[in-house]
Nanobody, 127 residues
């Protein structure tokens, strides 16, 4: 059973940066398309970024329009760890951030298509 544990959240001022990590265990990490999602109070869980490795063409990433150019998703397969570098943070980025993994298939922006989830880490951006 795949287990995911996020870390790196916290309180930061507008314009600041944070790097989230997601440590994976219990599976072959490099095989899994991975994603970051977030959920603010009273709102649905929303897609942030996703990453997968395609053997014949390399790494493929995708981002929500709201974070494009500010956030970067990456992975270190040797460390079984997924990252989300968040720069130029805004108050509207405040949410609980979750990492997720798909057992099969490619990347997806739909949380329903992910099979494994971490417990989440809180990110709060003060104005």
């Amino acid at each position: 059973q795949v287990q995911l544990v996020e870390s790196g959240g916290g309180l930061v001022q507008t314009g600041g940066s944070l790097r989230l990590s997601c440590a994976a265990s219990g599976g072959t990490f490099s095989n899994y398309p991975m994603g970051w999602f977030r959920q603010a109070p009273g709102k649905e869980r929303e897609f942030v970024a996703a990453i997968t490795t395609i053997s014949w063409s390399g790494i493929f990433t995708s981002y929500a329009d709201s974070v494009k150019g500010r956030f970067t998703i990456s992975r270190d397969n040797a460390k079984n760890t997924l990252y989300l570098q968040m720069n130029s943070l805004k108050p509207e980025d405040t949410a609980v951030y979750y990492c997720a993994a798909r057992a099969y298939g490619g990347t997806s922006m739909s949380p329903q298509e992910y099979h494994y989830w971490g417990q989440g880490t809180q990110v709060t951006v003060s104005s």
